[in-house]
């Protein structure tokens, strides 16, 4: 689980990395994203699996 929190709003990129990461590597299967976007900033969970 990878939790990302910043106030910049750039999640997309934070995910575009692990999902390029994982590709690359050969080391998961699949890739969830769950929002959770607040006021103040953006925060957003990746989970990371292997099946």
Same mark, same amino acid.
Do not use: C, K, N, Q
């Given at each position: 689980m990878i939790e990302y929190v910043s106030p910049r709003r750039m999640s997309g990129l934070a995910v575009g990395i692990v999902r390029g990461l994982?590709?690359?590597? %050969?080391?998961? %299967?699949?890739?969830?994203?769950?929002p959770?976007?607040?006021?103040?900033?953006?925060?957003?969970?990746?989970h990371v699996r292997r099946t």
């Amino acid at each position: 689980m990878i939790e990302y929190v910043s106030p910049r709003r750039m999640s997309g990129l934070a995910v575009g990395i692990v999902r390029g990461l994982a590709a690359y590597f %050969d080391e998961a %299967d699949r890739i969830d994203v769950l929002p959770t976007t607040s006021e103040e900033g953006e925060r957003v969970s990746i989970h990371v699996r292997r099946t």
